[in-house]
């Protein structure tokens, strides 16, 4: 049974169990799925000015990927499956998904619940121009029903359940959003927060959006984490946000320079991340190769600590 309301939609809902209320641990991934149509953000561009809509067969593309996802997001080879899962770019029914809910797809290959949190897309506005270096992205049509978002698949309870929405400058047809959640871990209250950072204008636009999630943390009493892609698309974004985040006591494990993000040839960024506070990270890793978006998937494994001083940075990328 699926429930929605203020754009918030649950599906799969399951009965908690009492194990999954006493955890210590647990596996956190975070990937900006880009719905599920392939790696080659730039490439399929270029063919589109073209007058090609690459890749043909949209529908079971996407559909083709959401399994491979499923499948490399439950065989423990890249990675040990997670907890839960946050994705990005998680269109529900968007034509370039082909239709595809697909949040709710993943969720159901894997057999976990999900709450996807719409954008809210205006519908019969014209996108805003933008720099031509980000202007690669496939574009929701204006009179498209359908609408992105970013979303949680859990196979614990995920409570409190909120929506962000993120401040913006230059591109407003397309709505920046973070979500909110609660859960259990041992006997504390985790708050995790799942981040979509606009890319678009100066890094003190950046930094606004993330302050904007950064406040909100800071009412929670007890361990957060803040993960998912922050579109730190040069050096001196990565730095600046990981410098932000550590000025409010939170950690992370990824090196500042490690790719997540891959554009053409050799173009590699650092865009995605796992931040904590209060809580130990035992492992970690970049799951490459996964081709299903043009970012590569990140998680952590996280225990159950009282200070930020307890944050592990053991582990490392795991890669076939």
């Known amino acids: 049974m699926n429930m929605c309301t203020d754009n918030i939609e649950m599906g799969n809902a399951r009965q908690p169990s009492e194990s999954a209320e006493k955890r210590t641990r647990l596996v956190l991934a975070s990937y900006n799925i880009r719905y599920a149509v392939g790696r080659y953000l730039i490439a399929s561009g270029l063919l589109r000015k073209l007058g090609y809509n690459f890749p043909?067969?949209?529908?079971?593309?996407?559909?083709?990927?959401?399994?491979?996802?499923?499948?490399?997001?439950?065989?423990?080879?890249?990675?040990?499956?997670?907890?839960?899962?946050?994705?990005?770019?998680?269109?529900?029914?968007?034509?370039?998904?082909?239709?595809?809910?697909?949040a709710a797809r993943l969720a159901d290959d894997l057999g976990l619940e999900y709450v996807h949190v719409g954008s809210g897309l205006p519908h019969g506005i014209k996108p805003k121009e933008r720099e031509w270096w980000l202007n690669f992205e496939e574009q929701v049509a204006i009179d498209d029903a359908g609408d992105m978002g970013v979303a949680l698949l859990s196979r614990v309870p995920l409570k409190d359940?909120?929506?962000?929405?993120?401040?913006?400058?230059?591109?407003?047809?397309?709505?920046?959003?973070?979500?909110?959640?609660?859960?259990?871990?041992?006997d504390q209250q985790l708050r995790l927060f799942n981040v979509h950072i606009d890319p678009h204008g100066p890094l003190d636009n950046q930094h606004q959006?993330?302050?904007?999630?950064?406040?909100?943390?800071?009412?929670?009493?007890?361990?957060?984490?803040?993960?998912?892609?922050?579109?730190?698309?040069?050096?001196?974004?990565a730095i600046e946000i990981r410098r932000l985040l550590e000025l409010h006591g939170y950690t992370?494990?990824?090196?500042?320079?490690?790719?997540?993000?891959?554009?053409?040839?050799?173009?590699?960024?650092?865009?995605?991340?796992?931040?904590?506070?209060?809580?130990?990270?035992?492992?970690?890793?970049?799951?490459?190769?996964?081709?299903?978006?043009?970012?590569?998937?990140?998680?952590?494994?996280?225990?159950?600590?009282?200070?930020?001083?307890?944050?592990?940075?053991?582990?490392?990328?795991?890669?076939?």
């Open 56 to 102: 043909t067969g949209r529908a079971e593309a996407v559909r083709q990927n959401i399994r491979l996802a499923a499948e490399v997001f439950s065989n423990n080879e890249l990675l040990p499956p997670p907890d839960i899962l946050a994705l990005q770019e998680a269109d529900k029914e968007t034509g370039r998904a082909g239709k595809q809910h697909v």
């Open 161 to 186: 359940l909120e929506r962000i929405d993120l401040p913006w400058h230059d591109c407003a047809w397309r709505p920046r959003l973070a979500m909110a959640a609660t859960i259990t871990l041992s």
């Open 209 to 237: 959006q993330t302050e904007a999630v950064l406040e909100l943390a800071e009412k929670h009493d007890g361990p957060a984490v803040i993960l998912g892609d922050f579109n730190t698309l040069s050096k001196q974004k």
């Open 252 to 320: 992370t494990p990824f090196p500042t320079r490690i790719p997540t993000w891959r554009g053409a040839g050799i173009i590699r960024f650092h865009a995605d991340w796992i931040f904590v506070k209060g809580v130990r990270v035992n492992r970690w890793g970049v799951v490459r190769p996964l081709n299903v978006s043009d970012h590569w998937p990140i998680w952590a494994e996280i225990e159950s600590g009282t200070h930020a001083s307890d944050v592990q940075h053991s582990g490392g990328v795991r890669t076939q």
